[in-house]
């Protein structure tokens, strides 16, 4: 059995938990530094995911495990 990411699963997981926390896109782009929010946008879209430090430091921010952010799907 092979194990991929379903990026778009985990997009909508991902703004969940970011609205679980009251947390807007804002927060999240000041919380990395970012200039611009494009990024966070992507991740929530799953047009693409986060490396493997910010899914750290937003499992921190989040208060949940790395592994609760991500949806897998089997093939």
Known sequence: MVCGIDMEATGKKLDNLRKERNLSVKDIQNHFGFGTPQCVY????????????????LADLYRCKVDDMLVRMEF
Do not use: A, E, Q, R
């Open 42 to 57: 992507k991740w929530m879209t799953g047009k693409s995911l986060p490396t493997i430090d910010n899914l750290v430091i």
